[in-house]
Nanobody, 121 residues
Framework: QVQLAESGGGLVQPGGSLTLSCAGS????????MGWYRQAPGKQRELVAS???????LYGDSVQGRFTISRGSAKNTMYLQMNSLKPEDTALYLC???????????????WGEGTLVTVSS
């Protein structure tokens, strides 16, 4: 059974930094893409950043230039370096990954349970 486990969340002051980690287990294969989403109370889930297994990245407009996503050297690991944090970055951050399972592009998606980031003074 594939599982994604996030870590690294916590309370940080505005302007501070945090690094989130996501480790996937239970898969013989490398994920084709991994990413971070976040969900704040009363808001829709939004993409924070994603990275393909070839290293192509995509960032949400609100975090561009402040956050950096990377894949780890271990299979199916991923990090999110968050700098210049703002109160509006407060949310539950969820690790997401998918694997393409056939030539038509069908995929299987996986989600972690999330790690809470709170930016407050």
């Amino acid at each position: 059974q594939v599982q994604l486990a996030e870590s690294g969340g916590g309370l940080v002051q505005p302007g501070g930094s945090l690094t989130l980690s996501c480790a996937g287990s239970g898969s013989r294969f490398s994920f084709d893409q991994m990413g971070w989403y976040r969900q704040a109370p009363g808001k829709q889930r939004e993409l924070v950043a994603s990275i393909t297994n070839s290293g192509n990245t995509l960032y949400g407009d609100s975090v561009q230039g402040r956050f950096t996503i990377s894949r780890g050297s271990a299979k199916n690991t991923m990090y999110l370096q968050m700098n210049s944090l703002k109160p509006e970055d407060t949310a539950l951050y969820l690790c997401h990954a998918y694997r393409i399972v056939n030539v038509e592009g069908a995929r299987v998606d996986f989600w972690g349970e999330g790690t809470l980031v709170t930016v407050s003074s």
